[in-house]
């Protein structure tokens, strides 16, 4: 049901069963997907790209012009995957020339109240922001990253998958997968046990992973040499593969 209040310019995609509130206002260049249920005093700009079964509350701003003061204009894209939650106050932006002109977020993630994600942020999937949770331009979130309460994190940085960074942190580096992080600056503070086991991960992987964190954090090596020891422990799991590709292409340097 689309309200008649509802402003739709000419040339939006409305899929099936879609959901309008009133005093939304939806731009030409957009495209919804089927079952997405969009609140009243909404604005979603484009060019904007969003997926099925999405879910964008009251007073969201969604593909909007980015707040890059080097920004002029030019085209670019937001492309939302499917089955989102957009709690109130959330603010998305599209990207910008000087990266991919992209901004891109996954599926069945979680922003709730007054999240931001910023200009060519790459997100993943099955990802939480908490509220007020805001990731600066260039950032990107791998799969199943927690991201607590009022946390920021600055631009250009990574955010490996399975992380978990704590409430009002402050990320300046990069995080390796399966890290928790936390303070102002933040710093690592184990590995996201937790999380793992309730993703299903296997304990003897889970172990591995241990063993990885303790070569990079705990031993006194640099990083050269923690990924060497992780390498000759002639263990060819697909996770630890993912840790240290993260590790030798971070290009900020890690959280230590």
């Given at each position: 049901?689309?309200?008649?209040?509802?402003?739709?310019?000419?040339?939006?995609?409305?899929?099936?069963?879609?959901?309008?509130?009133?005093?939304?206002?939806i731009?030409?260049?957009?495209?919804?997907?089927?079952?997405?249920?969009i609140?009243?005093?909404?604005?979603?700009?484009?060019?904007?790209?969003i997926?099925?079964?999405?879910?964008?509350?009251?007073?969201?701003?969604?593909?909007?012009?980015?707040?890059?003061?080097?920004y002029?204009?030019?085209l670019t894209?937001?492309?939302?995957?499917?089955n989102?939650?957009?709690?109130?106050?959330c603010?998305?932006?599209?990207?910008?020339?000087?990266?991919?002109?992209?901004?891109?977020?996954?599926?069945?993630?979680?922003?709730?109240?007054?999240?931001?994600?910023a200009?060519?942020?790459?997100?993943?999937?099955?990802?939480?922001l908490?509220n007020?949770?805001?990731?600066?331009?260039?950032?990107?979130?791998?799969?199943?990253?927690?991201?607590?309460g009022?946390?920021?994190?600055?631009?250009?940085?990574?955010?490996?998958?399975?992380?978990?960074?704590?409430a009002n942190?402050l990320?300046?580096?990069d995080?390796?997968?399966?890290?928790?992080?936390?303070?102002?600056?933040?710093?690592?503070?184990?590995?996201?046990?937790?999380?793992l086991?309730?993703?299903?991960?296997?304990?003897?992987?889970i172990?591995?992973?241990?063993?990885?964190?303790k070569?990079i954090?705990?031993?006194?090596?640099?990083?050269?040499?923690?990924?060497?020891?992780?390498?000759s422990?002639?263990?060819?799991l697909?996770?630890l593969?993912?840790?240290?590709?993260?590790?030798k292409?971070s290009?900020r340097?890690?959280?230590?």
């Open positions: 049901m689309i309200h008649p209040q509802a402003i739709i310019e000419d040339g939006a995609v409305i899929g099936k069963n879609v959901k309008i509130g009133p005093w939304t206002h731009a030409a260049n957009v495209v919804i997907g089927d079952d997405c249920h609140s009243s005093h909404v604005v979603i700009n484009g060019p904007t790209t997926g099925k079964g999405n879910r964008i509350f009251q007073f969201a701003s969604i593909g909007e012009d980015c707040q890059d003061l080097k002029a204009g030019e894209e937001l492309v939302i995957g499917d989102n939650t957009f709690r109130e106050n603010t998305v932006h599209r990207g910008t020339v000087q990266d991919k002109s992209l901004t891109q977020i996954g599926s069945n993630n979680l922003f709730m109240a007054y999240t931001h994600v200009h060519d942020c790459m997100v993943g999937s099955n990802c939480i908490a007020g949770a805001s990731i600066a331009g260039h950032v990107h979130v791998g799969d199943h990253v927690i991201i607590g009022m946390a920021g994190v600055h631009q250009f940085c990574h955010i490996g998958a399975h992380c978990f960074v704590a942190s990320i300046l580096k995080v390796p997968p399966y890290i928790m992080a936390s303070g102002q600056p933040a710093k690592p503070f184990g590995l996201n046990s937790e999380g086991k309730r993703r299903g991960f296997d304990p003897e992987v172990l591995q992973i241990k063993r990885a964190y070569a954090y705990r031993q006194g090596l640099t990083v050269d040499e923690a990924i060497a020891k992780i390498k422990s002639e263990s060819d697909v996770e593969t993912l840790f240290t590709d993260f590790v292409s290009s340097g890690i959280v230590r």
